[in-house]
């Protein structure tokens, strides 16, 4: 999904972008040759790859016992707060 960003300008998004930190890394990896264009396009390939199998999975799991919640957050186990 997208962001419509009505609540920026389009001079403000402009400006972020110049000092975007994936970007100005980017430039000192190709800058550096610590990698080439075709080799971040090759990470970035196997990155979205990997991401989209992790939604897949979450996508294809079932739904924790809501107690999980609890279990996972509080590590106090007499929280004052849960009965």
């Given at each position: 999904?997208?962001?419509?960003?009505?609540?920026?300008?389009?001079?403000e998004?402009?400006?972020?972008?110049?000092?975007?930190?994936?970007?100005?890394?980017?430039?000192?990896?190709?800058?550096?040759?610590?990698?080439?264009?075709?080799?971040?396009a090759?990470?970035?390939?196997?990155?979205?790859?990997?991401?989209?199998?992790?939604?897949?999975f979450?996508?294809?799991?079932p739904?924790?016992?809501?107690q999980?919640?609890?279990?996972?957050?509080?590590?106090?186990?007499?929280?004052?707060?849960?009965?």
């Amino acid at each position: 999904m997208s962001d419509a960003q009505k609540y920026r300008t389009k001079d403000e998004v402009e400006e972020y972008k110049k000092i975007d930190p994936i970007t100005q890394i980017l430039d000192i990896i190709k800058e550096k040759k610590y990698a080439s264009s075709d080799e971040i396009a090759a990470i970035d390939k196997e990155v979205k790859s990997l991401v989209k199998e992790c939604e897949q999975f979450a996508e294809d799991s079932p739904y924790p016992d809501p107690q999980q919640m609890y279990d996972m957050v509080y590590e106090q186990e007499d929280y004052p707060f849960i009965s």
